[in-house]
């Protein structure tokens, strides 16, 4: 078993059951409180990475408690909170990055990460699909993950069981044959367990 030597990268999302939709246009399609409260509860304290477009999906462009890396190829990107949110332009900054992350996508990011084998996989991956129907007033294009989820389903195996709340499945997965940190896989399955109640 190979064992990592970085710490731990998760990578969360919530898709659509039927096409891994994961947006359309700049919005997420459904909006479903206890999910947000859940990525709340894994993500508090911890380091994010957003591509630019999410990040500027985030109200006032932040997330309360928690570093920000925004990931553009514009580097003069100014951002929101200059002591809490970093801007990188090089998505290998992550290859040798020295603490834990949780990828928040959007599509952009989660295909740089979840595309070919290499040091950017996650170890961990939290999969949130939502079983309902789309909001069907939203315009603009559809953004899906799929190419990420066959990428998931080659390469990763289920390690929890499902949790099923508002219309939201969530499962967590761990790459093949890598040493997971068991502390943050522990962490991850007591925050989602939490909210259930
Ligand atoms: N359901 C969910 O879980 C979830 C989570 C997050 C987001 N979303 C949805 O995802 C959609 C946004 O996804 P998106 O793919 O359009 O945008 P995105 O991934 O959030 O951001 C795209 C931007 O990231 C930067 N970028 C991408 N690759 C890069 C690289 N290799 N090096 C440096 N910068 C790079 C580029 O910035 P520049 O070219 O501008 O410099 C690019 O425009 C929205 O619909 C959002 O609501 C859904």
Not at 109 to 138: A, Q, R, W
């Amino acid at each position: 078993m190979e064992r990592t030597n970085y710490m731990t990268k998760v990578a969360i999302w919530c898709r659509h059951k039927d096409d891994n939709v994961i947006g359309i246009g700049p919005n997420i399609p459904w909006h479903v409180s206890s999910d947000f409260q859940r990525f709340k509860r894994i993500t508090s304290g911890q380091n994010i990475l957003a591509g630019e477009r999410t990040y500027e999906s985030f109200p006032n462009r932040t997330l309360p408690n928690r570093k920000i890396f925004i990931l553009t190829f514009n580097q003069d990107y100014q951002v929101s909170d200059p002591e809490n949110h970093y801007v990188v332009n090089n998505v290998d900054f992550f290859k040798e990055f020295s603490d834990d992350i949780y990828i928040a996508g959007g599509a952009s990011i989660y295909k740089l990460f979840l595309s070919t084998p290499s040091k950017l996989n996650p170890d961990i991956i939290i999969d949130c699909v939502y079983m309902g129907d789309l909001n069907p007033e939203l315009k603009g294009e559809k953004v899906d993950i799929t190419s990420c989820i066959d990428f998931m389903k080659k390469n990763y195996i289920k390690v929890s069981k499902d949790y099923e709340q508002d219309d939201i499945v969530t499962s967590v997965y761990i790459k093949n044959s890598i040493f997971v940190e068991q502390s943050v896989l522990k962490r991850i399955i007591t925050a989602i367990e939490e909210g259930m109640n």
